[in-house]
């Protein structure tokens, strides 16, 4: 390499070295995307789950309740209709 064209060899490694660095920062972002984006749908899997389980929950205490306003209907009567609300 001469002193004359020193200069090309410089902006070839300066061109070369923002390469590397865009392309270390471009597969870094890429990556920590990539990572956040399976733990929110692992995150969404067990939510869904939960809700699932609340709901299955919410219809056993329903039709427990059901039968023990069944039984307290006929044990007081008629005059006892407001439970139906």
């Known amino acids: 390499m001469?002193?004359?064209n020193w200069h090309i060899h410089t902006s070839y490694l300066v061109i070369g070295i923002v390469l590397a660095i865009d392309a270390y920062v471009g597969v870094h972002s890429w990556q920590q995307e990539h990572d956040a984006r399976l733990l929110a749908e692992q995150k969404i899997a067990v939510d869904e789950?939960?809700?699932k389980q609340l709901q299955d929950s919410i219809t056993a205490?329903?039709?427990a309740m059901q039968g023990k306003f069944s039984a307290?209907?006929?044990a007081l009567g008629d005059e006892w209709d407001f439970l139906d609300t």
Do not use: A, E, H, M
């Open 72 to 74: 307290l209907r006929w």
């Open 49 to 51: 789950q939960q809700v």
């Open 61 to 63: 205490n329903n039709q």
């Open 2 to 4: 001469s002193f004359s």
